[in-house]
T-cell receptor, first 115, second 113 residues
């Protein structure tokens, strides 16, 4: 596709349920990032995938959070046993191979509300 | 660890006035630097970036930023604000190796008529 696509755009879930958020990066982009944007918290790094390398999971806030990237393309962020503090906008970004100066392209995000 | 500081979580300017949004980074080695803009209910859009070379970088929508190594700063400016510039602006940095971006906490720009 032309840009980074995320689905769903909005998700309301009950506390304790599991949710899956999907990200379809720009074709050819080997790097993929997940960020969380909470009200008043700015952009919080969650996880980073680069090609076939082991992902950098250093930003995942708890073991309820996990992510995978299949075939080096689509990524799924899973939150198990959701809590109200998980409510946020989850942003996915991708960037092309190359030097660190290449910019990341962001999707429009998934707004997650845990009730 | 890399950190990015944006001074002023909210900035208000009058339409036609100068826009100045401040960003400082902490790193002994200058990283790659970026400014992103986020309109309500939208993702982030790149305004401009500094990698190497010329320290004054021009971006979209009339914005520019100057990299000053001595001040570890990368402030964003626009000579004349427009109502459509009202949005949240994020400064970001990435070290030389291609890894994650570190974002500042953002600055909400309000443009007054």
């Amino acid at each position: 596709g032309a840009g980074v696509s995320q689905s769903p755009s909005n998700k309301v879930t009950e506390k304790g349920k599991d949710v899956e958020l999907r990200c379809d990066p720009i074709s050819g982009h080997t790097a993929l990032y997940w960020y969380r944007q909470s009200l008043g918290q700015g952009l919080e790094f969650l996880i980073y995938f680069q090609g076939n390398s082991a992902p950098d999971k250093s930003g995942l806030p708890s073991d309820r959070f996990s992510a995978e990237r299949t075939g080096g393309s689509v990524s799924t962020l899973t939150i198990q046993r959701t809590q109200q503090e998980d409510s946020a906008v989850y942003l996915c970004a991708s960037s092309s191979p190359g030097q660190g100066g290449t910019e990341a392209f962001f999707g429009q995000g998934t707004r997650l509300t845990v009730v | 660890a890399q950190s990015v500081t944006q001074l002023g979580s909210h900035v208000s300017v009058s339409e036609g006035a100068l826009v100045l949004l401040r960003c400082n980074y902490s790193s002994s080695v200058p990283p790659y630097l970026f400014w992103y803009v986020q309109y309500p209910n939208q993702g982030l859009q790149l305004l401009l970036k500094y990698t190497t070379g010329a320290t004054l970088v021009k971006g979209i929508n009339g914005f520019e930023a100057e990299f000053k190594k001595s001040e570890t700063s990368f402030h964003l400016t626009k000579p004349s604000a427009h109502m459509s510039d009202a949005a949240e602006y994020f400064c970001a940095a990435r070290p030389g190796s291609a890894r994650q971006l570190t974002f500042g906490s953002g600055t909400q720009l309000t443009v007054l008529p």
